[in-house]
């Protein structure tokens, strides 16, 4: 019988031990699951800031006035990410024609490359270069700011009520603008609110209009095929009505920040903070029953012959308690005629509580571009 010996038999169990150890090491993947699950995802993108890139949608900046006209541009975005920029308003008329038709793809592009307001002004096209930049900036604003809400809402979607006019889109015919009603975020109107006249364009409109109000609430977006022999009402139309869902867009980003109280809106317009025109810049406080608008609420830019209308109120309780135009015609005689009939307009819409305010005498034009852009605000109150 062989002798044990104990410090063998030591040596031999660590060995094993050591190897069990070797082959356990082998056999462990190189990373961890959940972390290299973590490492797999793609960090969220950011745009302008480090906002997260939650926005998806089209966001209208504000009108900006400069040297030779005003300048709106319309983002549209997808998933955080700018996939197309346009100018809805630029300066028109003999060189603005030429200079704009070259400057506006160059911005537009240039804003789809840098993703940001940080653009270079093209060459020769300086004011409205610096207009488009300002306007491209307070849509960027409004992008962030839906990425912002949606992030904050949680699992619930706002759901949008009320009515919501777009801005005024002028024809070769005349004026387009589209006003649509909207019942927990699906159209159920779409009517033009103001629409070419006289001779053929009555006839024309009478039979078009009907049939683009129908296709949109078929189609619950502005993608509605023109109607034909009414091309430029159909344009003008279209332009309207995507601005009028721009809106409604922009109210649904609001109410998903948690600024509504419980009540239903009276008119659908939003009372955040943004500052779209035609959306709400009050501070949003709706209660339990009928919505008593409160806020600041600027109508759409009215054309008129000697220059663009463009009306704020101001409400409190569902009572307009000051209004004033944000564009009026200026130059030579308009200054003078301006300066005298905007101060009774605004005293007027006040005293009336409505859009229904009689034309100042020698003011006609402006007086009728005032009492439009004046109701388009009131429609976005509520009024």
């Known amino acids: ?49 480090g906002a997260q890139a939650a926005g998806t949608g089209s ?12 300048v709106q541009v319309r983002l549209t975005v997808a998933g955080g990410k700018i996939t197309v920029a346009e100018a ?17 793809p160059k911005l537009n592009q240039a804003v789809v490359a ?6 270079d002004a093209v060459s020769g096209a300086t004011f409205t270069s610096q207009g488009y930049k300002k306007s491209l900036q307070s849509a960027i604003d409004k992008m962030k700011a839906s990425a912002g809400s949606a992030q904050g809402s949680g699992a619930g979607a706002a759901q949008v009520s009320g009515t919501f006019t777009g801005d005024a889109e002028e024809t070769q015919y005349g004026v387009v603008q589209v006003r649509i009603t909207v019942q927990n975020n699906k159209i159920t109107k779409s009517e033009a609110v103001q629409a070419p006249k006289g001779g053929r364009s009555d006839q024309i409109t009478a039979d078009a209009v009907p049939k683009l109000g129908q296709a949109v609430v078929a189609a619950q977006s502005p993608n509605v095929d023109m109607v034909s022999g009414a091309t430029y009402t159909s ?35 939003s009372q955040g903070s943004g500052s779209a025109p035609g959306s709400a810049q009050g501070s949003g406080s709706q209660g339990a029953g009928s919505a008593q608008a409160s806020g600041t609420f600027t109508g759409s830019v009215v054309q008129t012959q000697y220059g663009p209308v463009q009306v704020r109120v101001t409400v409190a309780g569902g009572k307009i308690t000051k209004a004033e135009a ?20 605004n005293q007027a819409a006040v005293a009336s509580g409505d859009g229904d305010i009689d034309a100042v005498s020698g003011a006609t034009y402006t007086s009728g571009g005032y009492k439009k852009s004046l109701q388009s605000a009131l429609d976005q109150a509520g009024g």
């Open 1 to 49: 019988m062989k002798k044990s010996h104990p410090m063998r038999r030591i040596v031999l169990a660590s060995a094993a031990t050591v190897s069990g150890i070797v082959l356990l090491l082998s056999l462990k993947p190189d990373s961890d699951p959940a972390g290299a699950a973590a490492s797999a995802v793609p960090p969220q993108s950011s745009v302008q800031g």
């Open 326 to 345: 944000v564009q009026q015609p200026k130059g030579g005689m308009s200054d003078q005629i301006n300066g005298d009939a905007v101060p009774k307009l």
């Open 114 to 119: 840098a993703q940001s307001a940080q653009i």
């Open 88 to 104: 809805v308003q630029q300066p028109k008329g003999g060189q603005s024609d030429q200079i704009n038709g070259n400057a506006m």
């Open 59 to 70: 966001f209208t900046g504000d009108v900006q006035q400069t040297q030779y006209g005003p």
């Open 235 to 269: 344009t003008g139309y279209k332009k309207s009505l995507q601005s009028a869902i721009d809106k409604a867009n922009a109210s649904a980003s609001q109410q998903g920040s948690g600024s509504q109280g419980s009540g239903s809106q009276g008119s659908g317009a």
